[in-house]
């Protein structure tokens, strides 16, 4: 289990982040559509911050237990974009972006208890930051159900579809397997790895800290 090794305290504030990081990336698409013409996701509910409405149980029971999860699904309809499969392919692409915000904030806040001294609060922030990215980085890859399969069957090329809904017809094996491979050759650690260092270093760049 990824959480075992973490102080109590960590997994609290790191899970209490994740969630309400959830909840954003979802308004965050909510409102991306609803400026790109389509407003499904806000007439849905979907830009209000409504946990009931936007958190889905299984997804943050796995969040809790295993460290990643996933909200409910934004309803779109495509039929509202002008340019159709670009305009919302950036509906999905943009959730990945909110989970890198919280992931840059994250970073900031641990950067500022880090100074206080306050180790523990400044190890849970910076977990909270890992989680963020980590949501980032899996939701990058072109799959089904995440924002990368998304964006990749409404605005990639035929091939792109094509190998989306092949893996996708292995279902939650195919998912896993993809994904294990993408660990084991270390992959997903490598991208991890530069979004956090950049993040770093942007932080470094404020006086204090």
Known sequence: MILNNLPFTTIVIAGIVMVMAL????????????????????LAGFMAFDPTRQLDPIGVVFLLLLGFGWPRTVPVNSRNYPRRGRSEAWVWVSGIGAYLIVAFL??????????????????????AASFAVLH??????????????????AWGNPD??????????????????????????????????????????????????
Not at 136 to 151: E, H, Q, S
């Open 106 to 127: 994250c970073t900031l806040i641990a950067a500022v208890f880090r100074s206080m001294q306050s180790i523990e609060l400044f190890v849970a922030f910076r977990a």
């Open 23 to 42: 909840i954003f990336h979802n308004m965050v698409q909510a409102f991306v559509a609803n400026r790109l013409g389509d407003p499904s996701p806000r």
């Open 136 to 153: 980032a980085v899996i939701n990058v890859f072109p799959l089904l159900p995440l924002d990368g399969g998304r964006a990749a069957l």
């Open 160 to 209: 792109v579809r094509r190998f989306v809904m092949q893996i996708a017809q292995f279902g939650i094996l195919g998912f896993m397997v993809f994904f294990l491979v993408l660990s084991m050759t270390g992959i997903t650690g490598r991208l991890m790895q530069a979004f956090i260092t950049f993040f770093d270093r942007v932080v470094s760049l404020i006086p204090g800290l």
